[in-house]
Each structure stands twice: as C-alpha cells, then as structure tokens.
C-alpha cells in the first residue's frame, strides 16, 4: 500500500503540473523553464547512485490480470540531465513481447542497462520527466538470421517520470516500454505496455523536513 501511494502521488504531481509533449528526443517540461540554480539543486538532492526495487509484470497472466514481481536494482543519476538504470534482467524486458523467438533470444542476452534522458519539470515537489533510450541489439540472431532490434519505450508522456514523496522521503519512478523495432523498420507492439516502476530504499531528505 505504501508503494502504491508513493505512485500515486508521482502520477498526480506530473498531472498537476501538466508536462508538454514533443516528438524529439528532449524530454517534456514546464511552460516556465527552471533556473540554472533550481536545476543545481534538484540535482544535489538526485545525484550519485540509489539501490531500490523493480516491481515489473512478468508475462503472465492470472484471472485476466498481469502477476507482478520484484528484482533488486541500482540506478544512477551521472549528471542534471542522464540517468543510467544498472544490470535489468533480459526477461524482464522481453516480458510482453509477442513475438516468441526475439523474447526468447532477447533473454538470453543478459542484463542490460537502460540509458535515459531526464529532465526537472519541477523541484518543489520535486518532478522530473523521463525519456529512455531505445534498448538496441545490434544483432539479434533468431531464426537464423542477425536482426538489429530495438526495445521502444515510451515518451513525453506523465507515464515516464520520477518524483520524490515528501512524506516518505523516497523517490520513486517509472518507465514504459511499448514496442519493438526491427531492422528498422518493421514494428510489432507488445499486448500489454510492459511498465517498470522503481522504488529506492534510500531515503532523499528535502530542506525543512525531519530525517
């Protein structure tokens, strides 16, 4: 329950707020662009590497719902504007993906990094906006044949964001990968948005609040 609430209050935060969207690769912010200091700061509370949960859907469904699980990660803010999330499994990534050889060959290529753009649509709360890279392999070989594949994820979007709770103290985030591209050109969605929420175990203590 407590995790669910800390989503909830990222969702809302990033409602409120109301994120613009674009169709390149610079992530959405506020109509009002914050300050360089504003950004100095939001990072100081950011920076550095956090250890927490990932709650992500397995593929597998139970009574038409989608069963969930949790795996330990880290991820790690390297500067006011790139995050790297560290060593997520291969079958987590290729969760919802229809086409059964690429999951299968997907999987077996281990854990992967998931490198992202970020952005401060806000710094009190503290919001920001997230837009992964696409998850690329250059070559995938399935039935036969080497394939450069991509794993999309979702853009632009309120659905793609990070916030720290100030209750709690903790900063949760989430991304959602949508759809595969390959060689470039083909497409093929998933049947289900495979969405990947991160809670960290560390907590993040704001001026004026009690540790």
């Not at 044949?145 to 900063?171: P, R, T």
């Amino acid at each position: 329950m407590k995790k669910l609430r800390i989503l909830t209050f990222l969702l809302s935060c990033i409602a409120v707020l109301g994120m613009t969207s674009c169709n390149d690769d610079t992530p959405a912010n506020t109509e009002t662009p914050l300050t360089d200091s504003q950004i100095a700061y939001g990072f100081s509370l950011l920076k550095g590497t956090h250890t927490g949960i990932l709650v992500h859907g397995t593929g597998e469904y139970r009574n038409g719902k989608q069963i969930n699980d949790t795996v330990k990660v880290s991820w790690e803010f390297q500067n006011d504007s790139s995050l790297v999330i560290h060593k997520v499994p291969g079958n987590i990534l290729a969760a919802n993906i229809t086409d059964v050889d690429i999951r299968k060959t997907m999987v077996g290529q281990g854990e992967q990094d998931i490198r992202c753009r970020y952005s401060f649509v806000s710094v009190d709360p503290l919001v920001i906006a997230i837009n992964p890279k696409p998850q690329t392999y250059e070559k995938l070989n399935y039935n036969g044949k080497d394939h450069k594949v991509e794993l999309l994820y979702l853009h632009n979007s309120a659905y793609s964001a990070g916030a720290i709770d100030k209750q709690s103290q903790q900063f949760s985030m989430q991304v959602i990968a949508l759809a595969i591209r390959i060689d470039e050109k083909q497409y093929q969605t998933f049947k289900t948005a495979n969405a990947l929420m991160f809670y960290s175990d560390d907590k993040i203590v704001l001026p004026g609040t009690a540790r």
